[in-house]
């Protein structure tokens, strides 16, 4: 569960000299996780301050790839992150488990372990307060996690800079709410307030509690619908709370992903262990929702695998030609040697990520090509280039491209 507090000391904030008698210029960014072009078509979500509105192609993946690519306006190949997981033997924070690989399994692998080793990697390891232990004890000492800081901090994304670091170095301030410490209505409280009494020019307001709702009720979205006009309600009253101090404010609404109706199910652990390999001995494999990345340490392995895969009728084996066009060709294969990927609508039956006994009717984290995955871009300010990607949503933040357009479109395979 989200961790959540009533404390509203704003989670991140970068306060600049203020200047006595200049215009106070706000600027408010609002991202709503999973809230799909799909979803939103045909719908009347704030089109009278949002007139400039169109589909965005996400990237594949999960939020852990869409945020970074949209905070930084590179795809995950070039952020560093993408799934949580990542394949690092030499630099686990769990490398010392290895001493303990004599311990049975129904000792090592509970529900009490795996609750020990959460707390121990989030308050002993560095890991931050989002970790899980979604992979087996007897694994961990194989992986790494990527999400070691708070990616909505300065310096939270590994590989490149983020627009809270364009922000502090212009010296401009801002503030940014997530569910790291408050629900999607403290947050709009909190935003309203601070637009009136703080000194802040740009607000982030990450709204996330759309995506557990279309998760269990995209087939009868009724308490969604209610969930966005609740939205759209809420986000009027800051804006017009903002225009009262800046007459040009600018407010954005986006999404990272959207979501795709869930139709069939596949028990592809039970295809992959029906070769008969062991883990960690002959093979590793990491599964999601919609995915499964492997590492083999025989060629024979690797060859029995592609066999199997080639022949299941729930997904493919992505080459790295597509990779490399996605944006997710990792060059050290960190995230995956081989990654097979389920076809939009389908559902790994059990996964890693996957909390037992939920059964959700949508899903995301399919192929960019569906088109239940396209995110969403509204603006009350048409963007000054032809927009394609969520990786572009970075350049149309105010005062940190200046405006400028977006000179160096991300390679995620533009339409």
Known sequence: MKSQSTNFAPEAEQRAPSHPGRKRRLDIFVLIDALGWRFLEGREFLSDLLPYRQPLR???????????????????????????????????????????????DRMLDNRLTRKLL????????????????CVSPRLLPLFNWVEKRNIYDRGGISGADSVFDKLAEKGIPYRVYTYHHWTDEEILRQAFKDVRESEASFFFVYLSEMDMLLHDHWKDPRQAEQR?????????????????????ATLIVTSDHGMTPVREHYDLIKQVESLGFSMPKDYLAVYDSTMGRFWFFSERVRQEFSALLNCLPCGRILPDDELRQLGI??????????????????????????VRGWTPVGMHGY???????????????????????IADVYWCMPQVADEVGNPNPAGLGHR
């Open 228 to 248: 966005l006009e609740w939205y759209a309600k809420r986000l009027r009253d800051l804006f017009h709370s903002a225009r009262k101090i800046d007459a040009d």
């Open 367 to 389: 192929h960019p090509d569906d088109p239940y995955s396209d995110a969403v871009f509204l603006s009350n300010r048409k963007p000054s280039f032809e927009m394609q990607t």
């Open 118 to 133: 959460k707390e121990m990697g989030r308050r002993m390891l560095g890991l931050g307060p989002l970790f899980e232990c």
């Open 329 to 354: 060709l990792f060059p050290d294969r960190r995230y995956g040697e081989m990654i097979f990927l389920l076809h939009p609508g389908w559902l790994i039956s059990e996964s890693d990520f996957k």
């Open 58 to 104: 996400t990237v594949l993946g999960f939020s852990s790839a869409a945020i970074p690519t949209i905070l930084t306006g590179l795809p995950p190949a070039q952020n560093g992150h993408w799934n949580l997981f990542y394949y690092d033997p030499q630099g686990s924070p769990f490398r010392w488990l290895r001493h303990l690989s004599f311990v049975p």
